[in-house]
């Protein structure tokens, strides 16, 4: 029942940056787990990225070394910075949440509505 809403999500050319936003309303951030996840036309969603309540973070192989999840606390809001950006990372991204101070993928029951990231030159 947790209220989240991306932003962020645009139309880049290969090699660019964008960094998504996801704010939570009608939560209390304390021992929470935030994620990000994408769907591509076809394909599965599946997890990017994931920051724990204590701050540990995981990556998928695809975007490790070019990704970086970050949380603001005070804001609620969780971040998720994409650079060198590559047409294989279009998708719908979405934020996540879950109780609990584990970073895995599973169990989380909260999402936001989406938004879309392009890839094209």
Request: net charge neutral.
């Amino acid at each position: 029942q947790v209220q989240l809403v991306e932003s962020g999500g645009g139309l880049v050319q290969p090699g660019g940056s964008l960094r998504l936003s996801c704010a939570a309303s009608e939560f209390t951030f304390d021992y929470n787990t935030r994620g990000w996840f994408r769907q591509a036309p076809g394909k599965e969603r599946e997890g990017v990225s994931c920051i724990s309540s204590h701050g540990t973070t995981y990556y998928a192989d695809s975007v490790k070394g070019r990704f970086t999840i970050s949380r603001d606390d005070a804001k609620n809001t969780v971040y998720l910075q994409m650079n060198s950006l590559k047409p294989e990372d279009t998708a719908v991204y979405y934020c996540a949440v879950k109780l609990g101070p584990s970073c895995s993928w599973d169990l989380f029951g909260s999402w936001g509505q989406g938004t879309q990231v392009t890839v094209s030159s």
